[in-house]
Protein backbone atom coordinates (compact mmCIF):
# COMPACT_ATOMS: atom_id res chain seq x y z
CA UNK A 1 0.00 0.00 0.00
CA UNK A 2 3.10 2.45 0.55
CA UNK A 3 5.93 2.81 -2.09
CA UNK A 4 9.30 4.47 -1.67
CA UNK A 5 11.18 6.15 -4.71
CA UNK A 6 14.54 7.52 -4.81
CA UNK A 7 16.18 9.74 -7.39
CA UNK A 8 19.62 12.25 -8.16
CA UNK A 9 21.98 9.43 -7.89
CA UNK A 10 24.97 9.58 -10.30
CA UNK A 11 28.34 9.68 -11.68
CA UNK A 12 30.63 12.94 -10.06
CA UNK A 13 34.26 13.51 -9.50
CA UNK A 14 35.48 13.28 -5.63
CA UNK A 15 34.75 16.23 -4.29
CA UNK A 16 31.66 17.06 -6.11
CA UNK A 17 27.87 17.13 -4.62
CA UNK A 18 24.55 15.40 -5.31
CA UNK A 19 21.30 15.73 -3.93
CA UNK A 20 19.28 12.33 -3.24
CA UNK A 21 15.76 12.69 -3.05
CA UNK A 22 12.93 10.02 -2.15
CA UNK A 23 9.27 10.32 -2.02
CA UNK A 24 6.63 7.92 0.01
CA UNK A 25 3.07 7.60 -1.80
CA UNK A 26 0.02 5.02 -0.75
CA UNK A 27 -2.20 5.54 1.52
CA UNK A 28 -0.29 6.98 4.69
CA UNK A 29 -1.39 8.57 7.68
CA UNK A 30 1.94 9.93 8.90
CA UNK A 31 5.69 8.93 8.36
CA UNK A 32 7.77 8.83 11.63
CA UNK A 33 11.49 8.39 11.44
CA UNK A 34 13.01 8.45 7.52
CA UNK A 35 16.78 7.77 6.93
CA UNK A 36 19.00 6.75 3.95
CA UNK A 37 20.76 3.50 3.63
CA UNK A 38 24.15 2.96 1.86
CA UNK A 39 25.13 -0.74 0.46
CA UNK A 40 28.97 -0.63 -0.94
CA UNK A 41 29.54 -4.16 -2.83
CA UNK A 42 30.76 -6.86 -0.84
CA UNK A 43 30.00 -4.88 2.62
CA UNK A 44 26.65 -5.04 4.73
CA UNK A 45 24.12 -2.28 4.35
CA UNK A 46 24.73 0.96 6.98
CA UNK A 47 22.62 3.60 8.36
CA UNK A 48 24.06 7.04 6.46
CA UNK A 49 21.82 9.72 8.14
CA UNK A 50 17.91 9.73 9.81
CA UNK A 51 15.33 12.27 10.68
CA UNK A 52 12.42 12.29 12.85
CA UNK A 53 9.09 13.97 11.59
CA UNK A 54 10.27 16.54 14.19
CA UNK A 55 13.43 17.42 12.47
CA UNK A 56 16.06 15.38 14.99
CA UNK A 57 18.73 14.17 12.53
CA UNK A 58 21.39 11.67 13.06
CA UNK A 59 24.47 11.29 10.83
CA UNK A 60 26.98 7.86 10.70
CA UNK A 61 30.31 9.47 11.82
CA UNK A 62 31.78 8.98 8.22
CA UNK A 63 29.27 11.69 6.91
CA UNK A 64 29.34 14.24 9.62
CA UNK A 65 29.96 17.83 8.08
CA UNK A 66 29.94 16.51 4.29
CA UNK A 67 26.36 15.50 4.33
CA UNK A 68 22.89 16.60 5.76
CA UNK A 69 19.47 15.63 5.76
CA UNK A 70 15.89 16.88 5.72
CA UNK A 71 12.44 16.07 4.84
CA UNK A 72 9.09 17.83 3.69
CA UNK A 73 6.35 16.02 5.87
CA UNK A 74 3.82 17.94 3.11
CA UNK A 75 5.70 16.32 0.25
CA UNK A 76 5.91 12.88 2.41
CA UNK A 77 9.78 13.34 1.38
CA UNK A 78 13.14 13.25 2.49
CA UNK A 79 16.43 14.67 1.22
CA UNK A 80 20.01 13.79 1.15
CA UNK A 81 22.38 16.52 0.65
CA UNK A 82 25.64 15.21 -0.18
CA UNK A 83 29.21 17.25 -0.52
CA UNK A 84 32.34 16.80 -0.72
CA UNK A 85 32.08 13.40 -1.96
CA UNK A 86 34.79 10.73 -1.55
CA UNK A 87 34.82 7.73 -3.46
CA UNK A 88 34.44 5.79 -0.69
CA UNK A 89 30.67 6.90 -0.70
CA UNK A 90 30.43 5.05 -3.73
CA UNK A 91 27.11 2.84 -3.25
CA UNK A 92 23.44 2.27 -3.72
CA UNK A 93 21.51 4.36 -1.52
CA UNK A 94 18.34 3.11 -0.16
CA UNK A 95 15.06 5.29 1.18
CA UNK A 96 13.84 4.13 4.14
CA UNK A 97 10.87 5.17 6.49
CA UNK A 98 8.43 3.85 9.23
CA UNK A 99 5.02 4.45 8.28
CA UNK A 100 1.47 4.82 9.56
CA UNK A 101 -0.56 3.32 6.52
CA UNK A 102 -4.46 2.77 6.53
CA UNK A 103 -4.75 -1.01 6.27
CA UNK A 104 -8.81 0.18 6.02
CA UNK A 105 -10.91 2.42 6.06
CA UNK A 106 -10.97 2.12 9.85
CA UNK A 107 -7.99 1.02 10.78
CA UNK A 108 -4.27 1.68 10.15
CA UNK A 109 -0.82 -0.05 10.93
CA UNK A 110 2.71 0.27 11.24
CA UNK A 111 5.72 -1.06 8.71
CA UNK A 112 8.76 -0.58 7.39
CA UNK A 113 9.39 0.61 3.90
CA UNK A 114 12.51 0.73 1.65
CA UNK A 115 13.31 1.88 -1.72
CA UNK A 116 14.48 0.08 -4.48
CA UNK A 117 18.28 2.29 -4.06
CA UNK A 118 19.94 4.39 -6.47
CA UNK A 119 23.48 4.18 -7.42
CA UNK A 120 26.11 6.90 -6.07
CA UNK A 121 29.60 7.34 -7.91
CA UNK A 122 32.29 8.50 -6.90
CA UNK A 123 35.43 8.56 -8.85
CA UNK A 124 38.96 9.73 -7.90
Known amino acids: QVQLVESGGGLVQAGGSLRLSCAAS????????MGWYRQAPGKQRELVASTTRGGSTNYADSVKGRFTISRDNAKNAVYLQMNSLKPEDTAVYYCNADITYYSNNYHRSVNDYWGPGTQVTVSS
Open 26 to 33: GRIFSINT
